[in-house]
């Protein structure tokens, strides 16, 4: 089944570019112009990824990311403007994936596109026939299902949260750098750059830990990178 894309942008002229790219490498796009119009596809359609434009008419782009992250988990991908490093972290720090800096190579979007689809693609059954949850003191992870419990209470994570928090619980102790962080759950093709790893274990650490500035669960192993234990 071809994989469903959102495109929202406000300029026709990218969005046109960006849907005919995709459509020839099979996938599905729908195209969306502004905040709202978004906002109401993303509710009543499946999508696999969204391409959201922070500058939108009517609802800008970073209120449709945090509105869609109080009901869903799926992968979006920010565009900003050239130099805007606040729009980026302000995605992030809203829960997008990933983001990417207007003018783009379409060739950069789509690798970051498939990059995305190809890890979030490969955790489906992979535990089918092992153990399905995982679970370290107060915390527990649900593989199959992608859920995160903390003393009991769900808690939620966007995908690339989980991935991190996966590979954190699965080899406790061990540090990993930016860069392996980057190459292992964004993937070795992955064009973005560390602060992408950063702005995601601190989104993390809010979610998990108790006191974000004194973790229990994710450390920083200063000047190589993190860990957990």
């Not at 869903?72 to 050239?82: D, F, N, R």
């Not at 997008?96 to 489906?124: C, G, M, Q, V, W």
């Not at 059954?125 to 399905?132: A, C, E, L, P, R």
């Not at 274990?201 to 108790?210: D, M, T």
Request: net charge negative.
């Amino acid at each position: 089944m071809a994989y469903h894309i959102l495109v929202v942008d406000d300029e026709k002229l990218i969005v046109k570019g960006i849907k005919f790219s995709l459509e020839q490498d099979g996938m599905k796009v729908t195209p969306a112009y502004d905040g709202e119009e978004a906002l109401r596809y993303i509710k009543e359609e499946k999508f696999d990824l969204i391409v959201l434009d922070v500058m939108l008419p009517k609802m800008d782009g970073l209120e449709v990311c945090q509105q869609t992250r109080e009901f869903s988990q799926i992968p979006i991908i920010m565009v900003t403007a050239k130099g805007e490093d606040m729009d980026k972290i302000m995605g992030l720090e809203y829960g997008a994936d990933d983001y990417i800096t207007k003018p783009f190579n379409i060739l950069e979007l789509k690798a970051r596109i498939k990059a995305i689809l190809r890890r979030s693609n490969s955790h489906k059954g992979v535990y089918k026939d092992s153990q399905n949850t995982l679970q370290i003191r107060n915390l527990e992870l649900e593989f199959e299902s992608r859920r995160v419990f903390i003393d009991g209470k769900e808690t939620n994570l966007t995908a690339k949260e989980f991935d991190l928090l996966e590979l954190f619980m699965e080899n406790p102790g061990k540090v990993y750098s930016r860069e392996k962080l980057l190459d292992t759950v964004w993937g070795y093709d992955y064009p973005g750059d560390v602060r992408t790893v950063d702005v995601h274990v601190r989104r993390l650490r809010e979610k998990i830990e108790e006191n974000p500035s004194d973790p229990k669960y994710i450390f920083t192993k200063w000047g190589v990178g993190y860990y957990f234990n």
